[in-house]
T-cell receptor, first 115, second 113 residues
Framework: DAGITQSPRYKITETGRQVTLMCHQTWSHSYMFWYRQDLGHGLRLIYYSAAADITDKGEVPDGYVVSRSKTENFPLTLESATRSQTSVYFC??????????????FGSGTRLTVV | DQQVKQNSPSLSVQEGRISILNCDYTNSMFDYFLWYKKYPAEGPTFLISISSIKDKNEDGRFTVFLNKSAKHLSLHIVPSQPGDSAVYFCAVAGNTGGFKTIFGAGTRLFVKA
């Protein structure tokens, strides 16, 4: 089915472990984004990508790594998970970056708990 | 320092009445202003947007108002329905200075039947 899918939906991991969250979109949108949602902070941008092999930091990039070898995939890796990274993570895609007049399309999210 | 503020964490409204959600922003260089709606266990979905050159945009029951001099954005839902109960995020976007889309903290709307 067309759309944007995230996996896994739920993940529990231990402090210090590496964990990768997956994001796949079928529209061939140029731009992809990773946001985290935390109470009182709304959605904060972690990383974004303008095209394959082009990525850039957002507001809260520390502790995260991204890659984009293919247009449709944009995985997010926590190199050494910390409790402060417990959050709900949303992937999004769009044809535009800052313009955003048509909005972003979001996945259903991954709830990550670091214990 | 938050660039987008939604000062009301929650709002409760009776079915059939008007819901008004408010948002303030700090930077006058934004080009577009958007509202997203989010149900539990789902991702946000784009609801409505307005360009900085307009002061009103309407889509069915949803109207967004922009007051650039006050740096204030509002979403009106008329009439409110129980299915409108969700978290609403205000967002601002622009190409100037490398801005992407910046979200507010959200307002949870409860529409009582």
């Amino acid at each position: 089915d067309a759309g944007i899918t995230q996996s896994p939906r739920y993940k529990i991991t231990e402090t210090g472990r590496q964990v990768t969250l997956m994001c796949h979109q079928t529209w061939s949108h140029s731009y992809m984004f990773w946001y985290r949602q935390d109470l009182g902070h709304g959605l904060r941008l972690i990383y974004y990508s303008a095209a394959a092999d082009i990525t850039d930091k957002g507001e809260v990039p520390d502790g995260y790594v991204v890659s984009r070898s293919k247009t449709e995939n944009f995985p997010l890796t926590l190199e050494s998970a910390t409790r402060s990274q417990t959050s709900v993570y949303f992937c999004a895609s769009s044809e535009s970056l800052g313009q955003g007049k048509d909005g972003y399309t979001f996945g259903s999210g991954t709830r990550l708990t670091v214990v | 320092d938050q660039q987008v503020k939604q000062n009301s964490p929650s709002l409760s409204v009776q079915e059939g009445r008007i819901s008004i959600l408010n948002c303030d922003y700090t930077n006058s260089m934004f080009d577009y202003f958007l509202w997203y709606k989010k149900y539990p266990a789902e991702g946000p979905t784009f609801l409505i947007s307005i360009s900085s050159i307009k002061d009103k945009n309407e889509d069915g029951r949803f109207t967004v108002f922009l007051n650039k001099s006050a740096k204030h954005l509002s979403l009106h839902i008329v009439p409110s329905q129980p299915g409108d109960s969700a978290v609403y995020f205000c967002a601002v976007a622009g190409n100037t200075g490398g801005f992407k889309t910046i979200f507010g903290a959200g307002t949870r709307l409860f529409v009582k039947a």
